[in-house]
């Protein structure tokens, strides 16, 4: 008997052949091959590559599945990067591949055009579970477009949109998606030039939404000094119980944002990520005052496990706070940037190295990345499958 969880109703029949396709292997080199032909479409010799190196995967991977690395950022090899024409005809033969679970297409050149043909294959296709299309140049039209078609997507578990220039309407587009999609766990939206009015409803949406496990909201294009946002989001986060990881670098946030979220840490029991400052410290602007209750709240939260303050107004409180955090045990070396010690009785904070954000961008086609802050975009809660 063959399941269809995670088909929608007009694509039934179509997640009826994947499943049958399971258990046959294909050639996807000679199929892409065709199918350029077909289409009047020139070969991208990059993606025949790829291609023809997933033709070489054992049967194991075949069955548990696998993802196509098309990143256009490759050091490997030649790169020809994957347009929105080279698209269409990828997409064509991964109708019938099921057994490609992820598909990594950062830095390349698609449009919204190529946003469109992605929009259509992710209400089709019933196995796709990991979408990379950071570093494009996807827009409001193309973000619309992948959003609504993940109304319906019950399959997709890790999407990345990071650096597609998609604005606060474009934003908005993906809030509305998250109060309908309950599939969905990992959603970067960082560096995506989202506003306040997104942020907002990002953070309702969430008041609701129990599927998303880690988000991305890193910089965002903030003209108000109010810190709106900051109070949404810590009401959200006294709500919400799923969520384990959160990043909110460069919100330009200062002493009463800090607060707020602290405060909605002492009734938060899920999160174990927060990233505030990282790479943005000192326009943040956190003294002691603001530092002291982070330290307060990491006593009081007992999941939160990562944090990350170097750069910031350190006074005496911070640096005793800190000290007797990592002195009792409950921050460890290799989860903070700052290290205590102590001159003439006073106690002070050293940078301590570390690899949080290492590989933010892009990741080592050479090696793994073991570490998972030094990937810190979505940390957490892993996809190293995937990457």
């Not at 025949?48 to 548990?64: G, Y």
Request: hydrophobic residues 40%; glycine residues 6%.
């Amino acid at each position: 008997m063959v399941m269809l969880l995670g088909c929608n109703n007009d694509a039934v029949t179509l997640c009826f052949v994947f499943q049958q396709v399971m258990s046959v292997r294909p050639d996807l080199h000679q199929h892409y091959v065709q199918v350029c032909q077909n289409l009047g479409q020139p070969e991208n010799p990059f993606i025949a590559h790829v291609l023809q190196e997933a033709d070489k995967n054992d049967e194991t991977t075949w069955t548990k599945g696998f993802t196509l690395k098309i990143a256009g950022n490759s050091h490997l090899v030649p790169v020809q990067r994957v347009t929105d024409d080279s698209l269409q005809v990828l997409v064509s033969v991964l109708h019938t591949a099921a057994f490609v679970t992820g598909l990594d297409l950062r830095y390349n050149i698609l449009t919204d055009a190529g946003a469109k043909i992605m929009a259509t294959f992710l209400q089709e296709n019933c196995s796709l579970r990991y979408l990379n299309l950071m570093f494009n140049n996807i827009g409001t039209s193309g973000a619309e477009l992948i959003a609504k078609a993940l109304h319906g997507n019950e399959t997709l578990l890790h999407m990345r949109m990071t650096g597609n220039k998609i604005g606060e309407k474009g934003g908005m587009f993906f809030s509305s998606m998250l109060q309908i999609n309950s599939t969905l766990e990992e959603l970067d939206l960082g560096d995506c030039d989202t506003g306040v009015q997104c942020l907002i409803a990002i953070a309702t949406a969430l008041n609701q939404n129990k599927s998303v496990k880690a988000i991305n909201l890193n910089r965002p294009l903030l003209f108000s000094q109010e810190e709106e946002t900051t109070v949404h989001l810590a009401l959200m986060l006294k709500n919400n119980s799923s969520l384990v990881e959160l990043h909110l670098c460069k919100h330009e946030m200062k002493n009463f944002g800090v607060e707020q979220l602290c405060e909605a840490l002492y009734e938060n029991s899920s999160l174990r990520y927060l990233d505030l400052a990282w790479l943005s410290v000192v326009s943040n602007n956190i003294s002691g005052k603001g530092l002291v209750a982070l330290s307060d709240a990491m006593k009081t939260n007992t999941e939160l496990s990562c944090i990350y303050i170097w750069g910031n107004k350190f006074d005496e409180a911070t640096c005793m706070a800190f000290s007797e955090l990592i002195q009792m045990g409950r921050l460890k070396p290799n989860c903070t940037d700052v290290e205590p010690y102590e001159v003439d009785g006073h106690v002070y904070l050293a940078e301590l190295s570390h690899g949080l954000q290492k590989h933010y961008y892009w990741t080592p086609s050479y090696w793994a990345v073991t570490k998972k802050d030094a990937n810190a975009s979505l940390a957490i809660a892993a996809v190293s499958e995937y990457l």
